[in-house]
């Protein structure tokens, strides 16, 4: 399998997954080890570390380099991490200077990216996004996430920060999100704000599959029995995800008016929902666009699941390679 080869990590609160990624190829090999976020940022970097060592002894040819996926904000240098959530005494790390100290040259180069945004990067290159030139990315899991990829490249705006579509608002006056923005679309179809919703309005429908699958009360339902109720076809739980559809809809008609970008990939946990969720999306996508910009609009889910955020943080190597040859050449 031709090289280069590098090192993609897709770090997240519970686990951290790594690959050993093949420009030409993808994927070579994968492995995950538990974050361990409780015991602080340096054990978290110790086990970033581990990972990249194993990957570089197992790959034919020295990695060039070490990209990493992370939640919290990414510096527009690509190389610091600030106060990711769930990561307890995490301030400010320079990923490039903890991974130096740890593997020396073995690292190579190391670029760090919002996860959302390797993702994206992951797709356009390996999965669902690559027949795109341009497309939207929408991650529906524990929060919504959200990248904007424009010429097969991340759109990052002015500090690195753009595609934020989890923090739009669909009401001014609707529930508060976990980021203080109300009605933001995060705080209906985010995992924790939609297993509420779901509990809502199923607790009455005594024939809902959902109250033998949940704890007493409703308490403790989760998207992933949403879907298997719905699989069984437990209206309750179709009428639940065409209601997240709905909301996912809307706020996608105004990213789709704002950047005149009408392809839209669906990924994270949610999206297994697949079409309980994304046939109601497409319905109601069109009714908050303007007639002009309607034509050619499509949501698709992104098939190749968790491997797209190791995917894209490797590909984050490659676009750093090809930028270097670009200067070298100029």
Same mark, same amino acid.
């Given at each position: 399998m031709a090289g280069p080869f590098a090192v993609g990590i897709d770090l997240g609160g519970t686990n951290i997954k790594?690959?050993?990624?093949?420009?030409?190829?993808?994927?070579?090999?994968?492995?995950?080890?538990?974050t361990e976020a409780h015991f602080g940022p340096e054990r978290i970097l110790d086990n970033i570390a581990r990972l990249v060592q194993d990957l570089a002894r197992r790959s034919p040819e020295p990695v060039v380099g070490v990209g990493i996926g992370s939640p919290g904000t990414i510096d527009l240098a690509r190389t610091t991490v600030l106060a990711p959530p769930n990561f307890p005494g995490w301030e400010k790390i320079h990923m490039g200077d903890a991974l130096a100290s740890r593997l020396g040259p073995l690292a190579g180069v190391v670029i760090v990216e919002n996860d959302a945004n390797a993702a994206a990067l992951g797709s356009a290159h390996y999965g669902a996004g690559s027949a795109f030139e341009s497309f939207i990315m929408v991650t529906l899991g524990t929060g919504v996430g959200g990248a904007i990829i424009y010429g097969r490249r991340i759109f990052r705006g002015a500090s690195g920060g753009a595609g934020e579509i989890g923090h739009m608002t669909i009401d001014y006056e609707g529930p508060m999100a976990r980021s203080g923005v109300a009605g933001a679309i995060e705080a209906y179809i985010g995992q924790?704000? /939609?297993?509420?919703?779901?509990?809502?309005?199923?607790?009455n429908r005594g024939d809902s599959a959902i109250h033998r699958m949940a704890n007493y009360d409703l308490h403790g339902i989760t998207p992933k029995m949403l879907h298997e109720a719905a699989v069984e076809g437990d209206e309750g739980a179709i009428e639940v995800l065409a209601w997240a559809g709905h909301k996912l809809g809307v706020v996608l008609g105004s990213a789709v008016n704002l950047l005149d970008i009408r392809k839209v990939i669906v990924g994270g946990g949610l999206s297994a929902a697949g079409d309980y969720i994304l046939d109601s999306a497409r319905r109601s996508i069109v009714r908050y666009v303007t007639p002009g910009l309607q034509e050619?609009?499509?949501?698709?889910?992104e098939t190749r699941g968790n491997e797209v955020g190791m995917l894209g943080a490797a590909h /984050?190597?490659?676009e750093w390679l090809d930028d270097r040859k670009g200067q070298a050449a100029t």
């Open positions: 790594a690959a050993l990624v093949s420009r030409t190829g993808g994927l070579v090999v994968d492995c995950s080890a538990d924790r704000f /939609l297993s509420r919703h779901a509990r809502y309005r199923l607790m050619g609009i499509e949501i698709l889910r /984050l190597v490659f």
